[in-house]
């Protein structure tokens, strides 16, 4: 699944014995995911997405089952790609200050690709369709371990690290991060991020002040 804005529907598909099912399924993916980026949870239906797929709605159900499943796979796929990157970006951090730096960064990234609109539409739909719950949290249960055990790392050198809740760290994290997003939704501000990790990392900076120089 590409990060692209396809807002514009494709054309319709080759059928029957022609159609590929892989791609197919891929193209469904796509469309569930740019459907929930662009026109959000209440409006992404069968027909939206089969029409950014460029395939009959049938599709759906014979490849995924349903809209959930299928909804749920576009969020897995997304938040597998962005896991590499995060690996990728904060394999070499060694502290808590150039983890929460490289962490805004990808925050960034995460805005731009439309991971995030769709996380959070996924979260907003809970109410209506409770099996979302299950998906969001598989799909994002790996960055949380991952970003766990980054803070851990991040912390070692810290004279109370075995005092740091690592795991708290991380589920803070993700919430402040997810907060972020619904926040900017409702004012449309996009500075509150820069201010907000300005702050963290001059409280980082502050527990570390008494850390053992490398």
């Not at 200050?97 to 809970?126: C, K, N």
């Not at 960055?143 to 809740?165: G, I, N, Q």
């Not at 900017?184 to 527990?207: K, M």
Request: with cysteine; charged share 25%.
């Amino acid at each position: 699944m590409t990060e692209l804005d396809n807002t514009t529907p494709r054309a319709a598909r080759k059928r029957g014995r022609g159609a590929d099912p892989d791609q197919t399924k891929a193209e469904l993916v796509d469309g569930a995911f740019e459907a929930l980026r662009h026109d959000g949870i209440a409006a992404t239906t069968a027909r939206s997405i089969a029409a950014r797929a460029g395939c009959n709605q049938a599709a759906i159900y014979y490849h995924f089952g349903g809209i959930e499943p299928l909804l749920i796979e576009a969020l897995t796929q997304s938040s597998d790609r962005r896991l590499e990157r995060y690996r990728t970006a904060l394999a070499d951090t060694t502290d808590i200050g150039e983890l929460l730096a490289a962490i805004e960064v990808l925050y960034v990234e995460d805005r731009a690709s439309g991971h995030l609109a769709v996380l959070t539409e996924l979260a907003g739909g809970i109410a209506s369709s409770p099996g979302l719950a299950a998906g969001i949290d598989t799909s994002t249960r790996p960055w949380l371990e991952f970003v766990e055990d980054r803070v851990r790392s991040a912390t070692a050198s810290l004279p109370f690290a075995a005092l740091v809740p690592a795991e708290d760290v991380a589920d803070l994290i993700f919430s402040v991060v997810v907060g972020l997003e619904l926040r900017s939704r409702v004012d449309g501000r996009d500075d509150r991020a820069e201010r907000l990790f300005r702050l963290a990392s001059v409280a980082a900076g502050l527990l570390g002040r008494d850390a053992p120089s490398a």
